[in-house]
Each structure stands twice: as structure tokens, then as C-alpha cells.
């Protein structure tokens, strides 16, 4: 396999891993099995649904400064200190839960980001159902464009990320700044920036 006068073992230093099953993956991954499975069946994979977004828009804001899989290894005990992330069941939290979650080691101890989760609930709540879905999927891209051969070529901010921000701080939400708006678009799926070579390429859209 040749991408662009690249040797594929050429490729797979620098951009592609193959792992122990022998899947070239992207470089990303690691070995690390949690990372592993993430990228094999959530990474890039479309996702609907108000609560479903609402939980990874969460969890992308708790990352903010953080690295993703510090999240995935927290991410079950945030969703039993979260109520499933059901917006209802969070939007109803008070200062007690506030400071219960802050004493809780299993998740991220973040004040203002525990504060911005509830807030988004609320606000949330006030929209009909399917609106939320329906506003951040509004701002995919074209699912046609050029899928990228290098990290190089996978930007951390784009024109789409930086829409769905603003328009997300218009309605009051928080920890939605354009950059994890992007990697918000990358983790449900509204953009596949799985690399040439990805064994995930066969799977999505080219």
C-alpha cells in the first residue's frame, strides 16, 4: 500500500499503529485497551440523541486541559455520580450535589466545570426534544471532503466548531469553546478524521 509516494511501513511509523490483532490504527491509539476500543467503535461514528450528546458534551468540557483518555477511564463513575447524564436528573442538582461531587476522586474535581454541566442541563431542558441533536449536527461539515493522510493535516479548530461554539454560548452553555466543540465533532461522528491506512477507513465515509 502506497498514500501520496509514502511506503505503508513509512506510514505506519508515523501515523498508523499497528496493534498486537494486527489492525493498522490510528497513531494516536497507543496500546492502551480502553483507548483501543474507544477509537475502534465510538471515534468517528455517528451519534444521535439529546441525552447522548449532552452526556459527551459534558465530558468533552471536563477534558478541557486534560487528556481524552484520562476521561474514558473516569467516564463510567461520571455517569453513576451523574444520573446517566440524564439532562431532568442533572438540571435538578443543587450545592449538595456540588459538593459531593467535589469530594469524589473517581471523576474530575473541577468546581466550574461541575457548575457548567448542571447549567447545560437546565438549559437543555428548556429546549423541545431533538433540538439539541438537531443544532449541533446543523454545523457538520460536508461528510465528503478530504480525509486526512497525516495528524498534521487534522485541525484543532475549524470555521464549523467555531459556529457551533458561538452559537451554543448565544443560548447560555459553557466549556464549549471551539476547540472542544471540534473534538466534540470528531467523537460523535459530524466529522471522520480517521487517517489513510485506519482500518476504520473501510467502515466510514471516505
Given at each position: 500500500m502506497r498514500v501520496r509516494g509514502a511506503s505503508y511501513a513509512?506510514?505506519?511509523s508515523a501515523d498508523v499503529r499497528v496493534?498486537?490483532?494486527g489492525r493498522p490504527r490510528c497513531g494516536w491509539v497507543g496500546e492502551d485497551a480502553e483507548y483501543i476500543r474507544y477509537h475502534d467503535e465510538e471515534w468517528g461514528v455517528p451519534l444521535h440523541g439529546d441525552r447522548a450528546l449532552f452526556e459527551k458534551m459534558s465530558l468533552e468540557g471536563f477534558q478541557a486541559g486534560l487528556s481524552w483518555i484520562t476521561i474514558l477511564r473516569k467516564r463510567p463513575r461520571f455517569r453513576e455520580v451523574?444520573?446517566?447524564f440524564e439532562p431532568e436528573a442533572v438540571a435538578a442538582f443543587g450545592e449538595d450535589d456540588v459538593e459531593r461531587l467535589m469530594t469524589d476522586a473517581g471523576i474530575i474535581r473541577n468546581r466550574a466545570k461541575i457548575h457548567a454541566t448542571?447549567?447545560?442541563a437546565r438549559l437543555l431542558l428548556g429546549m423541545a426534544p431533538g433540538d439539541l441533536d438537531a443544532l449541533l449536527w446543523s454545523f457538520a461539515p460536508?461528510?465528503?471532503r478530504q480525509r486526512p493522510d497525516s495528524f498534521a493535516?487534522?485541525?484543532a479548530v475549524t470555521a464549523e466548531s467555531q459556529a457551533m461554539s458561538t452559537a451554543l454560548r448565544k443560548r447560555g452553555f459553557r466549556f464549549v469553546g471551539p476547540t472542544t466543540m471540534y473534538a466534540l465533532m470528531q467523537s460523535t461522528g459530524m466529522v471522520d478524521d480517521h487517517v489513510s491506512g485506519c482500518w476504520r477507513t473501510a467502515?466510514?465515509?471516505p
Open positions: 513509512e506510514r505506519v496493534g498486537a490483532d451523574f444520573e446517566g448542571i447549567s447545560n460536508d461528510p465528503g493535516e487534522v485541525p467502515m466510514l465515509t
